[in-house]
């Protein structure tokens, strides 16, 4: 990026609040940023010794984490509403019973 960043704001400008995301380029407040690597085991003392580029890549990881963790609970409620046979086949393939 070319800045030093002291903390996760870049040297001499205390108005940086907000982040590029490394893939998508879109803005994410560092509260997000830091909330999110937390919630998920992240020690918030050594948050602030992460570079902006280590916080911004395990963000977007976890918000890719949790994309799929969601579509994966819409598929499994759609196959459980749909019901009957293909259901238990289901449910035994995830237990490991087939």
Request: charged share 25%; proline share 2%.
């Amino acid at each position: 990026m070319g800045c030093e960043f002291s903390f996760f704001y870049e040297r001499g400008n205390s108005q940086n609040h907000s982040a590029k995301r490394c893939k998508t380029g879109k803005s994410v407040s560092w509260s997000e940023v830091f909330t999110l690597l937390i919630k998920n085991g992240h020690d918030p003392q050594q948050l602030p010794h992460y570079t902006q580029r280590q916080l911004l890549l395990y963000y977007d990881e976890l918000i890719k984490l949790q994309n799929r963790e969601r579509a994966n609970r819409i598929e499994d409620i759609c196959v459980g509403f749909n019901g009957g046979k293909q259901v238990n086949k289901f449910v035994k393939q995830l237990r490991g019973e087939q």
